[in-house]
């Protein structure tokens, strides 16, 4: 089993629409866990951190769900901006400094 | 903000070449990390170090070295350049614990 996995998609929405994704990871001792946003041929930068209690930064939910080890990232009132692979972050608690390990990403088109 | 500046941009070089790709960032990170991404594979992690003059393999670190003589400064080197080294390159850079890492721009390298 992969460490970090999420469906590759693509998801195409319309402009407007709600949109989420889940993220199932294997450590259940993970304690930290990210969403990064990649446009095409750039770097991955950072969107939000996913707090225990669940997180919101605008049209952005974040959720984090321990039982079932898997996170969530809701889009509400989808733009055509935010066309782009969104890509799963989890610490892998090994207390080695390589402790984040990234999923394949979910690609995201917003359709006019 | 985070600044992590990775030489070039787009680089192009020959089979056989001595190939140096330089990343620097200006946090004071302990911890800087090489991936390389190819479509449809995701991030790799190619060597990652945690300290000035240490280093550890990733996953895919056959045909690349490292070097880091200095904490800012992390340089990954394709000892003899082959076509299938062909990627996009990306530095990243995180301090300890459970903070989200940071990327630069990427380098694509065209190997000929």
């Known amino acids: 089993r992969k460490e970090v996995e999420q469906d590759p998609g693509p998801f195409n929405v319309p402009e407007g629409a709600t949109v989420a994704f889940n993220c199932t990871y294997s450590n259940s001792a993970s304690q930290s866990f990210f969403w990064y946003r990649q446009d095409c041929r750039k770097e991955p930068k950072l969107l939000m951190s996913?707090?225990?209690s669940g997180n919101e930064d605008g049209r952005f939910t974040a959720q984090l769900n321990r039982a079932s080890q898997y996170i969530s990232l809701l889009i509400r009132d989808s733009k055509l901006s935010d066309s782009a692979t969104y890509l799963c972050v989890v610490n892998n608690p090994s207390g080695s400094a390589r402790q984040l390990t990234f999923g394949s990403g979910t690609q995201l088109t917003v359709l006019p | 903000d985070v600044k992590v500046t990775q030489s070039s941009r787009y680089l192009v070089k020959r089979t056989g070449e001595k190939v140096f790709l330089e990343c620097v960032q200006d946090?004071?990170?302990?911890?800087m990390f090489w991936y390389r991404q190819d479509p449809g594979l995701g991030l790799r992690l190619i060597y990652f170090s945690y300290d000035v003059k240490m280093k550890e393999k990733g996953d895919i670190p056959e045909g690349y070295s490292v070097s880091r003589e200095k904490k800012e400064r992390f340089s990954l080197i394709l000892e003899s350049a082959s076509t299938n080294q062909t990627s996009m390159y990306l530095c990243a850079s995180r301090t300890g614990g459970n903070q989200p890492q940071h990327f630069g721009d990427g380098t694509r390298l065209s190997i000929l």
């Open positions: 996913v707090y225990s």
């Open positions: 946090m004071d990170h302990e911890n």
